[in-house]
């Protein structure tokens, strides 16, 4: 590794921060994490994430928490989850959840600039493709949630947030 991506992945930590890393605790499932735990010189130590990861991480923690239930952050947490239990036209609810999305991205200051929010939920394949993954979607009722933003440190993500409930 030579200086310049040292130099990289320095400012990535130091403005993108870092912090522990969390696993789902049943895969497929975002209900909740668990802390990991890695190998260290005298036996085990807590992971942790830095940089892009630790941004792709919190926003996922984020887009699975809602908002005002965390009692140390009445902020932290994710708007969306309350329009999926009103009572409105399918369409209208999809709209609330991406605003929700929007809004919880816009909050984080290490995102600069959101490039693009996409819900699949697996209707909106390209015609004539009908695949297992596309008709397993569909059937979940769920939402996968793909966003694309770019950084304070002009890195350009894509980051798979999680599956919502769909309508």
């Given at each position: 590794?030579?200086?310049?991506?040292?130099?990289?992945?320095?400012?990535?930590?130091?403005?993108?921060?870092?912090?522990?890393?969390?696993?789902?605790?049943?895969p497929g499932?975002?209900?909740?994490?668990?802390?990991?735990?890695?190998?260290?010189?005298?036996?085990?130590?807590?992971?942790?994430?830095?940089?892009?990861?630790?941004?792709?991480?919190?926003?996922?923690?984020?887009?699975?928490?809602?908002?005002?239930?965390?009692?140390?952050?009445?902020?932290?947490?994710?708007?969306?989850?309350?329009?999926?239990?009103?009572q409105i036209?399918?369409?209208?609810?999809?709209?609330?959840?991406?605003?929700?999305?929007?809004?919880?991205?816009?909050?984080?200051?290490?995102?600069?600039?959101?490039?693009?929010?996409?819900?699949?939920?697996?209707?909106?394949?390209?015609?004539?493709?009908?695949?297992?993954?596309?008709?397993?979607?569909?059937?979940?009722?769920?939402?996968?949630?793909?966003?694309?933003?770019?950084?304070?440190?002009?890195?350009?993500?894509?980051?798979?947030?999680?599956?919502?409930?769909?309508?």
């Amino acid at each position: 590794m030579d200086r310049t991506e040292r130099e990289r992945q320095a400012a990535q930590r130091r403005y993108l921060g870092w912090g522990l890393a969390f696993e789902p605790t049943m895969p497929g499932v975002d209900l909740a994490r668990d802390i990991v735990f890695d190998d260290g010189p005298n036996g085990r130590v807590l992971a942790l994430v830095a940089g892009t990861q630790n941004v792709a991480q919190s926003l996922s923690v984020a887009l699975t928490t809602l908002r005002g239930s965390n009692v140390f952050d009445a902020t932290f947490g994710f708007d969306g989850l309350n329009a999926l239990a009103e009572q409105i036209e399918p369409s209208l609810i999809r709209e609330q959840v991406r605003i929700g999305i929007i809004t919880l991205l816009d909050r984080d200051p290490r995102v600069r600039k959101i490039v693009d929010v996409n819900l699949d939920d697996g209707r909106l394949g390209a015609t004539g493709t009908d695949d297992a993954a596309h008709a397993a979607l569909r059937s979940s009722r769920t939402l996968q949630v793909q966003v694309q933003f770019e950084t304070i440190t002009d890195d350009r993500l894509s980051v798979h947030l999680g599956e919502l409930p769909s309508v």
